[in-house]
């Protein structure tokens, strides 16, 4: 069989420079959903606050640990159109939101009413519309501190939310496991559930148990996933088992904010290795979802961006906040406009054996090009696979054997997340299209050895009949990795595109051309 060969991007092939918009990775944004007046909801970008005309002051301002100025209200979130604000960031390849949903009214233990409950089915309705996920996270307790749930009322609420979890599975991300504390972060919360370990056991089955088998969830702080689980990581023997610990991943919402990472790491060796809480990130991060933000307003420092894209790397992120530390939401520079000020170091990136293809960094006449931090932990957050070469016949016959063998490499920190079916196709006129499946599992197609960080290729084959039925004539050979779920299986947006200068035809990478006869 012929061997088509194949190279990764470059900066000045047609929109090089741009972020691909892949589904369940890269840079996120935040958003509060709520239509009913009076609940906590909006947007946060000064962006979309400037459109308002209104006189608000759109930068958010901090006091004494109070977060002000960068969220609306229920009436104006109906107005606020955050399908805009998805457009507006779009080049930088942002498909997921980090939903929060407040039941700070429902604290006192309260059923949720119906009106509620059919405010976030229509909310995660329109996300379905628009073609984005959701990396969903329900919370009560803001600062200052006035009410907060207690276990049983946590308890109730999650019952009720179960089957609009299960209903919008599609396009839920991961649900963090938030409930507990100020923000959800398990912290700071009026009674005190972040050092009730029996409730913790208790709430990670229940929303374990809520989400389907395959589904994941986040937890803020490591320490509190080893109070229940214990010490051991989960391995490759565990990793997408279905076991508890193998379903519970991370979140670092004070991300290299001070040597403790904002109490993510709060025992010495802080947030370094020989710390357990750090280091079973390091050795898990691989198999499960991780996700984190800088501080607000560069407290506790300015991030250094060669520093953070090695931790990213280390602790394996698919996704990060970009709307703390960023003059796009705050309205005054801070870390991530230093990331983008501050060229990358090519040969930096390779002395720490960082994944990076041959041409990012070179234009087509192997003139080197000027890339920031910012594009490059961009693009390389969670997945970026790249396909190296692919052998498949020029002609094959209508009821015979097919044979293709593709090899790819990962180039991102991280993997896929969710399960993700992986086809051949051949597409030819009049819309016929033909799907052959191998027989691979995406989420295994992991970036690099652990330690050594030494690239991993991966090699898929596939051997089976071509049906006896298809039409002869001239067709597209592609590799088309849709959603696992049949609601938007058939929606370019969500299948993943590789960061190749292909042809990207109705969400298939086309690999070249064959002949059916």
């Given amino acids: 069989m012929p061997t088509r060969s194949y190279r990764g991007i470059r900066p000045d092939d047609l929109h090089g420079r741009r972020a691909l918009l892949n589904p369940e990775r890269g840079f996120r944004t935040e958003m509060y959903a709520s239509r009913i007046p009076g609940e906590i909801a909006g947007m946060c970008s000064v962006h979309f606050k400037e459109l308002k005309l209104d006189g608000r002051d759109t930068k958010p301002r901090y006091y004494n640990r109070l977060i002000r100025g960068n969220r609306l209200d229920g009436v104006e979130f109906r107005h606020c159109q955050w399908q805009d604000e998805l457009d507006f960031v779009r080049y930088d390849g942002v498909s997921v939101m980090q939903s929060y949903v407040y039941l700070m009214r429902f604290a006192n233990g309260g059923a949720l009413t119906d009106e509620k409950l059919r405010d976030i089915d229509e909310f995660l309705n329109e996300v379905r519309r628009y073609g984005a996920k959701t990396l969903l996270r329900f919370a009560y307790e803001l600062r200052p501190r006035t009410i907060g749930p207690d276990r049983a009322a946590i308890l109730r609420h999650l019952a009720q939310l179960t089957p609009l979890l299960r209903k919008h599975s599609d396009v839920i991300y991961v649900l963090q496991c938030g409930f507990i504390g100020v923000f959800g972060e398990w912290h700071s919360s009026m009674h005190h559930l972040e050092d009730d370990v029996g409730f913790h056991r208790e709430l990670f089955s229940a929303v374990l148990e809520a989400l389907p088998a395959d589904r994941m969830t986040m937890v803020r702080y490591p320490r509190l996933k080893r109070r229940v689980f214990g010490d051991v990581p989960v391995n490759a023997q565990t990793a997408f088992s279905g076991e508890a610990a193998a379903r519970i991943g991370h979140f670092n919402d004070g991300f290299l904010a001070g040597e403790t990472c904002g109490g993510t790491f709060?025992?010495?060796?802080?947030?370094?290795?020989?710390?357990?809480?750090?280091?079973?990130?390091?050795?898990?991060?691989?198999?499960?979802?991780?996700?984190?933000?800088?501080?607000?307003?560069?407290?506790?420092?300015?991030?250094?961006?060669?520093?953070?894209?090695?931790?990213?790397?280390?602790?394996?992120?698919?996704?990060?906040?970009?709307?703390?530390?960023?003059?796009?939401?705050?309205?005054?520079?801070?870390?991530?406009?230093?990331?983008?000020?501050?060229?990358?170091?090519?040969?930096?990136?390779?002395?720490?054996?960082?994944?990076?293809?041959?041409?990012?960094?070179?234009?087509?006449?192997?003139?080197?090009?000027?890339?920031?931090?910012?594009?490059?932990?961009?693009?390389?957050?969670?997945?970026?696979?790249?396909?190296?070469?692919?052998?498949?016949?020029?002609?094959?016959?209508?009821?015979?054997?097919?044979?293709?063998?593709?090899?790819?490499?990962?180039?991102?920190?991280?993997?896929?997340?969710?399960?993700?079916?992986?086809?051949?196709?051949?597409?030819?006129?009049?819309?016929?299209?033909?799907?052959?499946?191998?027989?691979?599992?995406?989420?295994?197609?992991?970036?690099?050895?652990?330690?050594?960080?030494?690239?991993?290729?991966?090699?898929?084959?596939?051997?089976?009949?071509?049906?006896?039925?298809?039409?002869?004539?001239?067709?597209?050979?592609?590799?088309?990795?849709?959603?696992?779920?049949?609601?938007?299986?058939?929606?370019?947006?969500?299948a993943v595109r590789f960061a190749n200068d292909l042809e990207w035809r109705d969400g298939v990478n086309v690999m070249g051309v064959m002949s059916v006869v």
């Fill in 266 to 494: 709060p025992a010495a060796p802080f947030s370094n290795p020989g710390n357990p809480d750090f280091d079973i990130i390091v050795a898990e991060g691989r198999y499960l979802p991780v996700d984190g933000e800088l501080f607000w307003n560069n407290i506790q420092g300015e991030v250094e961006p060669l520093k953070a894209a090695l931790r990213f790397r280390l602790h394996h992120f698919n996704t990060f906040g970009f709307v703390h530390g960023n003059i796009l939401f705050q309205g005054e520079p801070y870390s991530m406009d230093l990331w983008r000020a501050i060229p990358a170091d090519p040969g930096a990136l390779q002395d720490n054996a960082m994944p990076v293809a041959d041409g990012y960094f070179f234009d087509a006449n192997g003139e080197p090009v000027l890339r920031s931090y910012y594009e490059y932990i961009r693009d390389h957050l969670g997945y970026r696979l790249e396909l190296q070469s692919a052998d498949f016949p020029d002609t094959v016959h209508a009821g015979a054997a097919i044979q293709c063998r593709v090899k790819l490499v990962n180039r991102g920190f991280s993997t896929l997340t969710n399960p993700r079916p992986v086809f051949l196709t051949l597409a030819g006129a009049a819309g016929r299209k033909v799907a052959i499946p191998f027989d691979t599992d995406p989420r295994r197609w992991y970036p690099f050895e652990p330690q050594s960080f030494k690239s991993i290729e991966h090699q898929l084959t596939l051997d089976a009949a071509l049906p006896a039925g298809v039409t002869p004539g001239r067709y597209t050979v592609g590799l088309w990795l849709p959603d696992a779920a049949e609601s938007i299986r058939n929606r370019p947006e969500y």
